[in-house]
């Protein structure tokens, strides 16, 4: 049994930092990417940063040069440093754990909510 636990998220002013963390529980031996997402209220949740089994990273255009993901094997964890953060990066934040085989199965976990107060 895959469990994903975040953690970090916070009411920060603009441009200030967070990190979230997200420690993964159980067997994730042959995942395909881990990754954050984001949903702000009335929208979908979309896709922030992605990071793969062998360490490529991914960004959306609005967090590059903002954002890192990271990843500690030893720890099963992820990490997103948010810098500069923006009021538009208020959201619930997800992440998720991704397996492509034997067919695509998506983990997520319990969110953590980012405020960013003007």
């Known amino acids: 049994q895959v469990q994903l636990v975040e953690s970090g998220g916070g009411l920060v002013q603009a441009g200030g930092s967070l990190r979230l963390s997200c420690v993964v529980s159980?067997?994730?031996?042959?995942?395909?990417?881990m990754g954050w997402y984001r949903q702000a209220p009335g929208k979908e949740r979309d896709l922030v940063a992605t990071?793969?089994?062998?360490?490529?990273?991914n960004y959306i255009d609005s967090v590059k040069g903002r954002f890192t993901i990271s990843r500690s094997t030893a720890k099963n964890t992820v990490y997103l440093q948010m810098n500069s953060l923006k009021p538009e990066d208020t959201a619930v934040y997800y992440c998720?754990?991704?397996?492509?085989?034997?067919?695509?199965?998506?983990?997520w976990g319990q969110g953590t909510q980012v405020t960013v107060s003007s």
């Open positions: 998720n754990l991704r397996f492509t085989w034997p067919r695509v199965s998506d983990y």
């Open positions: 159980g067997t994730i031996f042959g995942f395909n990417a």
């Open positions: 990071i793969t089994s062998s360490g490529s990273t």
